[in-house]
């Protein structure tokens, strides 16, 4: 069994004001100390015949890597594991890339780009406090087109200030009509702590019936473009579904390094504490445990419900036994006259109306475990 790897990159030139994940300012000389201690990390994985078959890199910016830091992380990741034919997303801010850029991570083995877009309204960036427009995203999207990647995906948000559904399905008719095999969509979230949520930004977004029937739209207008949704949030043409964040729903392992980078690796759920400089000056990143023995059961079925191949009945019986299977499959009969469920041979999936109420339904198939 293979294993992905999640890089964290904490590095931003600017925070968004919405944006929750660790970060920090960038500067030169400490990205490159980063660099190092990832690899020194990854080392750490040598002669234990660890497969790997995708690699992410998430943050932050990762795009504000140079492509020599990307190849030596590669390169050493490579060393170190055995690598299988091995999907490599780096996420990437229209700003900070440009063909030469590109160009150079796909020479170092990048195979897959993820371009924060948000919205092909530039009041609608401006109000994210995002550093590009949209024309700046459309030449991002092509020269990595013409860098070599096939494989694009872009981000939309949903619910924004200004946004409605006649800006929102121009966003999604703009984004579309470019060359890109992935969209991943989601509703604005202000986040505790945020400056969103400190400047009270959330009076001025969708009130939540609106982002339903935004999320709803967005679900149907991306079909008709030839989309179609695999996961809550996440949208494939060609069946190019992000073989990564696949992992994480199917309960697979992976390992993450860098500070705030999450891993399920050894039966055994850690994270990295959100520290870079104790990152870089620790001999190996410190470790803590969230989790020693995960539930299986109630992992498969909040993992597994948000995609769209949902539960089967057969391993929820493996798991679980067979009453609760059968208590899961009876609410599952019931959530399906709601419009929200489907049943079929054996399965258990969610309609684009249940994912809107997934935790809701969750809380429901758990009560009887």
């Excluded at 293979?2 to 990159?9: D, E, R, T």
């Excluded at 121009?170 to 202000?190: C, E, F, G, N, Q």
């Excluded at 597994?304 to 019986?317: C, E, M, N, P, T």
């Excluded at 009453?323 to 049943?343: H, M, P, R, S, T």
Aim: proline share 4%.
């Amino acid at each position: 069994m293979s294993v992905g790897i999640y890089i964290h990159v904490p590095f931003c030139l600017r925070k968004c004001p919405y944006c929750d994940f660790y970060s920090v300012e960038y500067d030169d000389i400490t990205v490159q100390k980063y660099v190092y201690a990832v690899c020194r990390n990854i080392e750490k994985y040598k002669d234990m015949g660890v497969k790997v078959d995708t690699v992410y890199f998430g943050g932050g910016t990762p795009s504000l890597l140079t492509p020599e830091q990307v190849g030596m992380i590669l390169n050493c990741i490579s060393d170190n594991f055995i690598t299988v034919s091995p999907e490599i997303t780096l996420e990437a801010n229209p700003c900070s890339v440009n063909f030469d850029k590109l160009a150079g991570y796909r020479n170092a083995g990048v195979n897959r780009i993820s371009l924060g877009v948000q919205s092909a309204d530039n009041g609608q960036l401006e109000f994210l406090g995002r550093l590009h427009n949209f024309d700046l995203a459309t030449k991002a999207v092509y020269d990595a087109q013409s860098a070599g990647f096939d494989n694009i995906s872009c981000d939309i948000m949903l619910g924004l200030a200004g946004q409605d559904m006649e800006s929102l399905c121009d966003t999604v008719d703009r984004i579309t009509a470019l060359p890109v095999s992935h969209i991943s969509a989601y509703m604005l979230k202000i986040e505790k702590g945020t400056p969103f949520d400190k400047n009270n930004v959330g009076r001025l977004i969708a009130e939540e019936d609106m982002q339903c029937d935004m999320y709803l739209k967005t679900v149907e207008r991306l079909a008709e473009k030839g989309f179609l949704q695999y996961e809550v949030s996440n949208f494939a043409s060609d069946e190019k579904y992000s073989r990564h964040n696949l992992k994480y729903w199917q309960g697979k392992e992976y390992i993450g390094f860098g500070p705030s980078a999450h891993s399920y690796f050894g039966g055994k759920r850690f994270y990295v504490p959100k520290d870079l400089p104790e990152f870089i000056n620790s001999p190996f990143q410190i470790e803590l445990l969230s989790e020693e023995s995960p539930d299986k059961f109630e992992e498969y079925v909040i993992f597994s419900i948000r995609l769209k191949w949902g539960i089967a009945y057969d391993k929820l019986s493996e798991l679980g036994g067979k009453e609760v299977a059968d208590y899961i499959q009876n609410k599952a009969i019931v959530f399906e006259k709601q419009g929200l469920c489907k049943v079929r041979d054996g399965n258990i999936s969610l309609t684009p109306k249940g994912f809107l109420v997934s935790n809701a339904i969750i809380g429901e198939f758990l009560d009887y475990h």
